[in-house]
Structures are given as C-alpha cells and as structure tokens.
T-cell receptor, first 117, second 116 residues
Framework: AQSVSQHNHHVILSEAASLELGCNYS??????LFWYVQYPGQHLQLLLK??????LVKGIKGFEAEFIKSKFSFNLRKPSVQWSDTAEYFC???????????????FGKGTLLTVNP | NAGVTQTPKFQVLKTGQSMTLQCAQD?????MSWYRQDPGMGLRLIHY???????DQGEVPNGYNVSRSTTEDFPLRLLSAAPSQTSVYFC???????????????FGEGSRLTVL
C-alpha cells in the first residue's frame, strides 16, 4: 500500500523565519503530488500541485515545493513565514499504476505549523 | 460557485443509529470521494467513485456504504453508528487529468459527527 510520511508533527517558528516541511512517499511509479493547508476549523485548500515538468513548483501565498524523484520527496518551502501561516499542512500523493491507484489520493498525517509573532 | 456542498455540518447520533451524510458537487467532476479526519491520523479514504454507478473501497470502508446514482451526488451512509465513527468527514471531488488520473481534490466544508 502506498504511504506518505511527513517527518515533523509540530513545527514552531517565529515570523520571518524560513520554513521547510518534509514529505516522502513510498515508491510505486509515476506520481501526482500535492500540498494542502487547513486553517483552524476549515476544510483543506490546495497550496500547490505537481503532475509533470519542472520539479520546482510555485504555489499560492509564497509557498513552493521541489519534487526530487531519486529521494521520493516533495518538500514544502517558504522563505519567510507570517503569523497567518499558522495552520496544518498535508502532503498528498497519487501513485499511478495499480488497480484504482490513479484515483486514490493518500495523505500524510499532517504537520502543524505555529508561527509566533 | 457552490463547489462541493456537504450536509449536515454537525450531527450527534446514538450508538446503533443510522444516518446519511449528503454530498453534492456542481463542477461536473467524474471523481468523488469521502475521507474521515481524526487527530494525528491525517485524512483517510473511506470510499470513492470514478463515475456514476461505479464505487470502490478506500482505506477504511467498514461501517460505511456509498452509492453514485448521478454525477452530482455521492451520499455516505452509516449503517449502525459506533463511537469509533466519531470524526470529521470530508467529501471531495475532482476531474480526470489528461493522463487518466485524478487531479487535485476540491473539498466540502466538512461534517462533524459525534456518536455517543
């Protein structure tokens, strides 16, 4: 079964600090990759996605992520975080190739980011 | 733009009761799915559908039924509620990409279910 690992359960930063959240997935073939953000009490919103092409993907709100195929990783980065970035962040993967796998988006367990003013 | 609409937003059930969570989307998406979100567990796929009349099980299907009679609607039925089904439920939909996989998910606002 495909799996997604997010290494940090809770990250605490001060405003203006740089952010990198790790995400690794289990090997299985061609992938579609996503990062979602969930603000307190809200549903998940897409930050960015990777289907193919340039492995450095830029998303909304100044976030970016880099797909490194050899490391099965898709880490999320932001050069300078703001208090309003406080939220939970989820990495998600579709590993294409098996029965039904093209349609199964598997989520990591999430990383809670707290940004202190 | 309504997007994905879930009802109800909140529900309290007693053990053994049944209920249906409604989900509708107006984006003509082929793919729809139900997830449950529990603290520290991320989102886990319950059931999904790749088109009207086609459904399949996800990671945690036990205790839940689904049907997809139309493209727009994808209700989730709890047959006999148990306290372990206390959770936040999210319905999501997506389009088919040019490579035949699912694109990004568009989520409903969630339904918070408590089973006593």
């Amino acid at each position: 079964a495909q799996s997604v690992s997010q290494h940090n359960h809770h990250v605490i930063l001060s405003e203006a600090a740089s952010l990198e959240l790790g995400c690794n997935y289990s090997y299985g073939g061609t992938v579609n990759l996503f990062w979602y953000v969930q603000y307190p009490g809200q549903h998940l919103q897409l930050l960015l996605k990777y289907f193919s092409g340039d492995p450095l993907v830029k998303g909304i709100k100044g976030f970016e992520a880099e797909f490194i195929k050899s490391k099965f990783s898709f880490n999320l980065r932001k050069p300078s975080v703001q208090w309003s970035d406080t939220a939970e962040y989820f990495c998600a993967v579709i590993i294409k190739g098996g029965r039904g796998s093209n349609y199964k988006l598997t989520f990591g367990k999430g990383t809670l980011l707290t940004v202190n003013p | 733009n309504a997007g994905v609409t879930q009802t109800p937003k909140f529900q309290v059930l007693k053990t053994g009761q049944s209920m249906t969570l409604q989900c509708a989307q107006d984006m003509n998406h082929e793919y729809m799915s139900w997830y449950r979100q529990d603290p520290g567990m991320g989102l886990r796929l319950i059931h999904y559908s790749v088109g009207a009349g086609i459904t399949d099980q996800g990671e945690v299907p036990n205790g839940y039924n689904v049907s997809r009679s139309t493209t727009e609607d994808f209700p989730l039925r709890l047959l006999s509620a148990a306290p372990s089904q206390t959770s936040v439920y999210f319905c999501a939909s997506s389009y088919r990409t040019s490579s035949g996989s699912t694109g990004e998910l568009f989520f409903g606002e969630g339904s918070r279910l408590t089973v006593l």
